[in-house]
């Protein structure tokens, strides 16, 4: 035996050499006597190659491979030497015995820790599985199944799965190896490692551990803190904002590229070499003595940047021993600030220029804003006012000092008022005031909170609607009671009013009349009773002429024996006003036809001076309120207060309205009777647009309108009736206008065709319902829909009217909720219009 460890000893050059052969040794050993634990034994020889031990787990597998092949060489050379001796089978398996527990000994050993081993021999998909399987195996699978262990989706979760699965099929076809940390689905920590070694892919899975784990821990927080620092460190290389960090001593540590150029430093690394600074030397004192106390530093800085002087916010915090920075360029702010300020205070000048009482009540219902009309409208003092006072507390000087409306239940008043600090949409009363004045109100939510009550005085206006409903309704009653038939028809020839004797005279139901029938229709109803054509001919043309409208007295002998005396009287507003007189007793007796001569001519003298009294009711105080309102506005005749300045605005602007009214209904009868001729000229387009725009100014400055013009500065002109185009723009514009919102826009463009100029005026108005686009040419027809337009609903009418006699057409196009566009096409060439027309 001592000779057998001598020649070993000289033929092994190593320990690890002798262990490794004591390993094949081994295996060669055990398929000679034990078939059934030779494939674990060749499993032992690859693990042997496999292993990557450390210094230690070598020398001590060493050691015991050394002992472990010396053991199982000795055993084989005494084997052979006792059966060529053939000293016996029992001898030879007491050594076979002892072989198989130093093999379950150095098994024991391998599988000292938690781990599994997985080889695929070269050729061969059917794995060699060895191991602690309940590692990998979720408590309710824990019996040995290795097939299941390659399921690895079983014991991952899925995305380690799929990485593992990757690994695996990698080490298998390409030899590649791999090492990767990961967490089964039972929560143990695990290590894979794969290689490719003899041929055969080994992949060995064990838990990690105590001093490994932590350890692979380490190792993936470091990495993943590396991440975010180079991450971070190029947030802050790419930030437009100068970035800088000092350390304990103040000293210049790291800077970005935007801090470099902002000092003017060639590179970063000049910056921190010079140790530039960005701010001066008294802000950068206050930075200090700030992060010495509260280790946090915010103000808002000026900071001169290439020679200009700007406005930085600075951040700085104290991290550790040292400190880090920041400066965030507030130069926009500060202009839209300053911009906001100067807005804020023009919305305020102008409102103190109105003559309605503006009040503005923030979030907290404190007032934060109001006019000096509203304080001579309640009569407060600007000491209380300047004082912020709240809602109630105003309420409440007012009531204490009877300037409110008298309420049963006060408090449940005021509480109603102050929903319209929850509600959506404005809400409009009127208070009638114990000293006898009414005030309209209307209460405006703001959007960022609080409310605007807009105050105003309308007492007057009241009281001259009061006076012009008596004056209605004394001429209604006078009428009424009136013995002659009157009916009064429009310059259109519709029926607008008449009394009950003119029903009965001519027996026609009143409610027939109420529709307002055109006089060819009332010619219809009365013709069974008088059918001479001539004298309703004669009728219809002096309710119809534009022109040389007189008086016109007729004669009726009806069918029925009755003789009536019609007169037909024309009305300033374009109107005919048509008498019927029965005088059928007066042509049966002579005397008492004289008498009823006598009371005729009376009668006649009668209509003409209520004719005359109408005329000059319409006409006269029209004319002379006109006069002396221009008279009044001349500076010759004295200085007038702002308020009589105002008040004489109002009546100018109601008076121009009427006469324009009027005009419009007369130009509208005059193109009705094609009577109507054109002035034709050459007609500038961009002069022709600005008239028109002149004349709404008002209008948008009183809304808040702003007027978008779109024209080519080359457009040109075109033929037509200069005074007519302007006519037709201005009432498009004036009905744009009318129904757009405030703060809305308006557009005018203006292009050229081949043969025609366009006009498109567009509002963002309510837009035109279907059933109501296809009568906004007719006359009268005036649809507000929710928004303030109010007319007599003829400037359409006229547009038409004026745009077809240039031989053009107008096109509307509606969307509710979004808008109307008005489209006019004016032939650019009047000649080749009116040769196409003949």
């Known amino acids: 035996m001592s000779g057998v460890i001598v020649a070993m000893r000289r033929t092994l050059p190593s320990c690890t050499q002798l262990a490794r052969n004591g390993l094949l040794a081994l295996g060669a050993t055990a398929v000679l006597v034990a078939p059934a634990r030779a494939s674990e034994l060749a499993l032992l020889h690859e693990i042997s190659t496999f292993f990557d031990f450390n210094r230690q787990e070598i020398a001590v597998l060493a050691t015991a491979l050394a002992l472990l092949g010396f053991s199982v060489v000795s055993a084989i050379l005494l084997m052979r030497t006792r059966i060529r001796a053939a000293k016996g089978e029992a001898r030879w398996r007491a050594e076979i015995a002892e ?31 060895s191991g602690d399987t309940a590692l990998l195996m979720p408590p309710e699978s824990q019996q040995y ?15 380690p799965a799929l990485q593992m ?29 794969g290689r490719a070694i003899g041929g055969q892919a080994i992949v060995r899975i064990r838990e990690l551990s105590g001093l490994r784990k932590e350890l692979a821990e380490t190792i993936l927080r470091h990495k993943a803190l590396s991440e975010e620092t180079e991450m971070l460190r190029g947030f802050a290389a790419a930030a437009p904002w100068p970035i800088w960090a000092k350390g304990a001593k103040g000293g210049l540590g790291y800077a970005n590229a935007a801090y470099a150029r902002a000092t003017e430093a060639t590179s970063v690394a000049d910056a921190i070499d010079r140790k530039l600074e960005l701010l001066d030397s008294d802000d950068r004192s206050d930075m200090d003595r700030a992060l010495n ?11 001169v940047i290439g020679g200009e002087r700007r406005a930085f916010d600075v951040h700085a915090l104290k991290v550790g021993e040292g400190s880090v920075g920041i400066a965030i360029d507030a130069g926009e702010a500060t202009a839209l600030r300053a911009a906001l300020v100067r807005m804020a205070e023009a919305h305020r000048r102008t409102l103190d220029q109105l003559s309605s009482g503006v009040a503005v009540f923030d979030g907290q219902r404190r007032l ?8 001579r409208l309640w009569d407060l003092e600007r000491a209380f006012l300047d004082g912020n006072p709240d809602d109630s507390s105003v309420l409440d000087r007012l009531r204490a000092a009877r300037k409110l409306p008298e309420q049963p239940d006060f408090r449940a008043w005021k509480a109603k008022l102050h929903e319209a600090y929850r509600a959506v949409e404005p809400e409009k009363d009127t208070w009638y005031l114990p000293d006898g004045r009414a005030v309209s109100v209307v209460t405006t939510p703001n959007p960022e909170g609080g409310v605007t009550y807009l105050f105003d005085d309308v007492t007057e206006s009241l009281e001259l609607a009061r006076r012009f409903d008596g004056l209605i309704r004394v001429q209604r009653e006078t009428l009424d009671n009136l013995t002659e038939a009157v009916a009064v028809f429009g310059s259109n020839g519709r029926a607008q009013l008449f009394n009950p004797a003119f029903a009965r005279m001519w027996k026609l139901s009143p409610e027939a009349l109420k529709e307002q029938p055109h006089i060819d229709t009332v010619e219809a109803w009365c013709r069974p009773l008088f059918d001479d054509p001539n004298i309703w001919r004669t009728i219809r043309e002096a309710i119809t002429r534009i022109e040389n409208r007189v008086e016109v007295p007729l004669k009726l002998e009806r069918k029925d024996g009755s003789v009536l005396d019609c007169m037909t009287m024309p009305l300033p507003d ?75 605005g109002y009546i100018t602007a109601s008076t121009n309205a009427l006469l324009a009214i009027i005009n419009n209904i007369l130009d509208l009868a005059t193109i009705d009777a094609g009577a109507m001729s054109l002035n034709l000229g050459s007609v500038d387009i961009r002069k022709t647009i600005e008239a028109a725009a002149e004349g709404i100014q008002d209008r948008l400055a009183t809304d808040r ?22 006519q037709v723009l201005y009432n498009l514009l004036a009905n744009a206008v009318g129904f757009s919102p405030p703060d809305a826009t308006v ?11 366009v006009f498109t005026v567009t509002d963002c108005g309510p837009g035109i319902p279907p059933d109501v686009k296809d009568k906004v040419f007719d006359w009268f027809e005036s649809h507000s829909h929710g928004s303030r337009h109010r007319g007599a609903g003829l400037g359409l009418s006229l547009v038409r009217s004026f745009v077809e006699l240039h031989g053009g057409k107008v096109r509307v196009d509606s969307v509710v909720g979004k808008g109307t566009t008005v489209t006019c096409d004016f032939p650019s060439d009047q000649a080749a219009h009116r040769n196409a027309a003949e």
């Not at 199944?145 to 995305?159: H, M, S, Y």
């Not at 309108?705 to 302007?726: A, Q, T, Y």
Request: glycine share 6%; proline share 6%.
């Open 99 to 129: 072989l198989q527990a130093q093999a379950d000994r150095f098994r024991a050993l391998l599988f000292a820790e938690p781990q599994i081993l997985i080889s695929w021999p070269a050729g061969d998909n059917r794995p060699q599985i």
């Open 145 to 159: 199944q290795p097939q299941r262990i390659l399921a690895f989706g079983t014991w991952l979760p899925p995305e």
């Open 165 to 193: 699965d990757h690994a695996v099929d990698a080490l298998r076809e390409h030899g590649e190896g791999f090492l990767l940390n990961l967490t089964t689905s039972n929560g143990y920590a695990i290590e894979a490692m």
């Open 293 to 303: 106390g509260t280790q946090a530093f915010t103000a808002r800085l000026p900071i």
């Open 368 to 375: 934060a804003f109001y006019n000096d009309s509203y304080r």
């Open 574 to 648: 374009g109107a005919t006003m048509l008498t019927f007189q029965d005088i059928s007793d007066t042509e049966n007796v002579e005397r008492a036809l004289r008498e009823r001569n006598e009371a005729l001519e009376t009668a006649d003298q009668m209509k003409v001076d209520f004719v005359h009294h109408v005329s000059y009711e319409l006409r006269s105080p029209l004319t002379t309120i006109i006069g002396f309102a221009h008279f009044l506005s001349d500076p010759v005749t004295g200085p007038l207060t702002p308020k009589q300045a105002e008040y004489l």
């Open 705 to 726: 309108i702003e007027l978008k013009v779109d024209v080519d500065p080359n457009i040109g002109s075109f033929v037509g009736d200069e005074r007519r185009v302007v």
């Open 747 to 757: 557009g005018l463009s203006a292009g050229r065709t081949e043969h025609s100029v």
